[in-house]
């Protein structure tokens, strides 16, 4: 049985995937019970069994077999942490080709609160499909943390590596938690 509301963190394919080893902890005493599903590209950029240790859940990128049970409790809130061009492009095209999609699609089919990080370079943020996606995502509903001025510059992995908004994603998951229904207010 989790201890507070489930939250799941969504990795993409992108390196401040890396750090969500020191960012669980930090949201488990904040009195979320998180969850990690990967993106395939995701899988890549993070420490599954460490996380798997961390959360108590096993890492998820792929869909189950129809006969197999839920291994993660329902979640109450998401959040996209990196998410990648892709990933914004796709889920603002209601593409599910991904069980990382796939439960996004859903959670916004059913209204759950989500916030995503977006963190291409700063030309792809640029792209027009990008920032259509990211303003229909914003139009229904979902919080995007998105600062282009932080983001990392395009090939040049060493001068620019960008800022990613850390502090500001967990300011806005605690005034999520509570907001949640059954939330206990300070």
């Not at 395939?40 to 798997?52: A, N, Y």
């Not at 095209?93 to 069980?99: E, F, N, P, W």
């Amino acid at each position: 049985m989790p201890d507070g509301p489930v939250l799941y963190l969504i990795a993409c394919g992108g390196r401040p995937a890396g750090g969500l080893t020191d960012l669980v902890p930090r949201l488990q005493a904040d009195g979320w019970t998180v969850c990690v599903i990967a993106t395939p590209s995701g899988t890549r950029f993070i420490p599954s069994d460490e996380l798997r240790t961390l959360t108590g859940y096993p890492v998820r990128s792929d869909y189950k077999r129809p006969d197999e049970p839920d291994v993660l409790p329902p979640a109450d809130a998401f959040a996209v942490v990196p998410a990648t061009f892709n990933t914004i492009n796709k889920w603002a095209q209601g593409i599910s080709d991904t069980l990382a999609l796939g439960l996004l699609n859903e959670a916004l089919g059913l209204g759950r609160p989500i916030i995503a990080v977006p963190w291409p370079n700063q030309a792809l943020a640029r792209h027009p499909a990008f920032e259509r996606s990211v303003a229909d995502l914003r139009a229904w509903g979902v919080t995007v943390i998105l600062d282009p001025d932080q983001l990392p510059a395009p090939d040049s992995p060493g001068a620019n590596e960008g800022t990613f908004p850390w502090n500001d994603l967990r300011t806005r998951l605690n005034h999520l938690r509570q907001e949640l229904p059954g939330a206990l207010k300070p």
